[in-house]
């Protein structure tokens, strides 16, 4: 997510300095905003979602290949997307134009990164709804479809700009409005998964913790953590009586 603030703060603003050496434009918006920004969310949220079902709804472990095959799409999409354009002339990907201040894609960078954009995002909906029935202590189905929904919103506005107004880096409005809808959306995500749980544990924390340790109980999971369910206070309704 740092990575992906950084790219499109790079890419729609012209900060002082930062676009001054050679290639900084493909720096800031192939690598950063696109490959370990908005293709790195993709992935995270597309594993864990992929982790959850495999545990929870096909009861199958998850082992170390498991990991190894993720690595090995990741850096077959890195190597196929990232390195062969960044080896394309810059009129094809994105270069820094002078005269405006700012960066300018080429169709060839612009398609293929809305298509590799769209596609992931299809698949974070494909795997939240296979894992919308999974009635578990680590449900996270609601918290999911919100992500999606703001995901939806941003990744629709940004092609609806960049296809109507081409280049849309030379209007400020257009720059400052694609930046607001991608840094909410990138890092509302880790406020959305964490809030519920952080607020509960600053302020309910024992009552969350049994709540969670009953839930983890009930789909066997408390042996494989070797958890043990806290004990229940109850209040004290038997009142002494004075002896005589």
């Known amino acids: 997510m740092v990575f992906w603030y950084l790219g499109t703060i790079g890419t729609n603003f012209n900060l002082k300095g930062?676009?001054?050496?050679?290639?900084?434009?493909?720096?800031?918006?192939?690598?950063?905003?696109?490959v370990f920004g908005i293709f790195m969310f993709i992935c995270v949220?597309?594993?864990?979602?992929?982790?959850?079902?495999?545990?929870?709804?096909?009861?199958?472990?998850v082992t170390y290949r498991q990991y190894l095959v993720?690595?090995?799409v990741f850096v077959a999409v890195v190597t196929g997307y990232g390195v062969t354009l960044s080896v394309l002339r810059r009129q094809l990907t994105v270069r820094f134009v002078p005269l405006l201040g700012t960066c300018v894609y080429g169709t060839v960078f612009a398609e293929l990164s809305f298509a590799l954009v769209w596609v992931g995002w299809a698949l974070i909906?494909?795997?939240?709804?296979?894992?919308?029935?999974?009635?578990?202590?680590f449900k996270e189905y609601r918290e999911m479809l919100l992500i999606v929904l703001l995901a939806s919103i941003s990744i629709s506005y940004e092609t609806v700009v960049h296809h109507v107004v081409r280049e849309y880096t030379?209007?400020?409005?257009?720059?400052?409005?694609?930046?607001?809808?991608?840094?909410?959306?990138?890092?509302?995500?880790?406020?959305?998964?964490?809030?519920?749980p952080v607020y509960n544990c600053m302020f309910h924390r024992d009552e969350f913790r049994r709540k969670f340790f009953e839930k983890m109980k009930a789909d066997g999971m408390a042996s494989r953590y070797q958890l043990t369910l806290p004990p229940t206070t109850e209040p004290n309704t038997t009142s002494q009586q004075p002896t005589l």
């Open 70 to 72: 993720g690595a090995i």
């Open 45 to 61: 949220h597309v594993f864990r979602l992929y982790i959850y079902i495999r545990i929870f709804k096909q009861v199958r472990k």
């Open 125 to 137: 909906l494909v795997v939240t709804f296979i894992a919308r029935d999974i009635n578990t202590s």
């Open 18 to 34: 930062h676009l001054d050496f050679s290639g900084s434009c493909l720096l800031f918006s192939l690598w950063f905003r696109i």
């Open 170 to 196: 030379v209007h400020q409005w257009s720059r400052v409005s694609s930046t607001l809808f991608e840094f909410l959306t990138s890092q509302s995500s880790l406020f959305i998964l964490l809030g519920v």
